[in-house]
């Protein structure tokens, strides 16, 4: 769901429609939450995030070098799988982005990486969809494997410590052992 100053369109499968163009020309905002499971993509991510909602506000800026600008930002929870330990894990999520949008492909790719600044600059639309916007955004400021802050990886096989002797097997005594043995 989603509100909008003006126009808000909302297409029944998730999609929240907004006009970029417009909203930074008339420096309008646009918000809404969305739940978690209308993103799928946060489901085939690591830690298969299946549930948990995200409250996101998009307000139009002036940008720069004459393109539309938009400030999103993004709070809520996702709740999920740990990694590590498969134990359910919950994360904050908690992010702002600027961002330039070009009218084209050719506009965007004409802009110098010197010249961006700290705008994430992508190719904007009077049917822009707010919320695979808002689900990009979290997939890239997702940590690579999703785990508990205190808990330990794992012990796989070679792992284990040798008997008598404190401390992991070194990987080289563990390489020098599959020698031996083939």
């Known amino acids: 769901m989603g509100t909008y100053c003006n126009e808000l369109e909302e297409t029944g499968m ?3 429609l907004i006009d970029v163009f417009r909203l930074s020309q008339d420096r309008q905002c646009a918000s809404g939450v969305l739940e978690v499971s209308e993103l799928p993509r946060l489901a085939a991510a690591p830690g298969a995030f299946l549930s948990g909602h995200l409250a996101w506000r998009a307000q139009g800026t002036e940008g720069r070098r004459g ?16 990694c590590r330990c498969g134990a ?3 994360l904050p999520v908690h992010l702002e982005t600027s961002f330039l949008f070009a009218k084209s ?3 965007a790719d004409a802009i110098p990486l010197s010249e961006d600044g700290d705008d994430e600059i992508v190719v904007g639309s009077t049917r822009f969809d707010a919320a695979a916007w808002v689900e990009e955004e979290v997939l890239l400021a997702l940590p690579l494997f999703p785990a508990h802050d205190d808990c330990e990886p794992p012990s796989g096989p070679g ?3 040798e008997p008598g002797k404190g ?4 990987p080289f005594a563990v390489l ?7």
């Open 14 to 16: 998730g999609a929240v």
């Open 67 to 82: 393109l539309a600008g938009a400030v999103l930002s993004v709070k809520g929870e996702l709740h999920g799988t740990c």
């Open 88 to 90: 359910p894990i919950t």
């Open 105 to 107: 492909e050719a506009e």
């Open 159 to 161: 792992e284990e410590d």
């Open 167 to 170: 401390g992991s097997r070194s």
């Open 176 to 182: 020098a052992g599959l020698k031996v043995r083939h």
